[in-house]
């Protein structure tokens, strides 16, 4: 987990996940696409590994669970965030907790938080994400 968190702080990426097998894959976007891309449509499997990141939402926590890491660490994760992953049996590390995630102008919620406040289903997160994330041209 060390060495995710290093290439974090150093400006390399904003998160990472390294697989069991011990690959690493990291997320150079803002928002939860990167990790949507590798969860759903990659075909790598990264249960039992690690993620870091610099802000997990409801939505990339929904994610982590369908995901089935195992452990989690979180420069800035809202408060929902952690009660999903804590919930599903993860290892959680943060520096800061907040209410809710920011979105990007700074006047709400996180889009991705929004859609994902009402479950805690990660089948049914990974199907919201993907709609939203297609309706933005991201998919």
Known sequence: MNELIELIRNDECRGAVKCA???VHKFMHRGVIDLYRLVVES???ISGGAAV???IGRG???LLVKARVTCVYAFMISAGAKEVLLSNGMEV???KVVDYIVNRTGDG???VE???LHTDDPDEA???IGSFLESVSLK
């Open 93 to 95: 590390e943060c520096e």
């Open 126 to 128: 990974v199907m919201l």
């Open 114 to 116: 929004k859609l994902t």
């Open 109 to 111: 919620m996180c889009p």
């Open 53 to 55: 990141d610099r802000v």
């Open 21 to 23: 097998d011990g690959s």
């Open 60 to 62: 990339a926590a929904l």
């Open 43 to 45: 075909g790598i499997d």
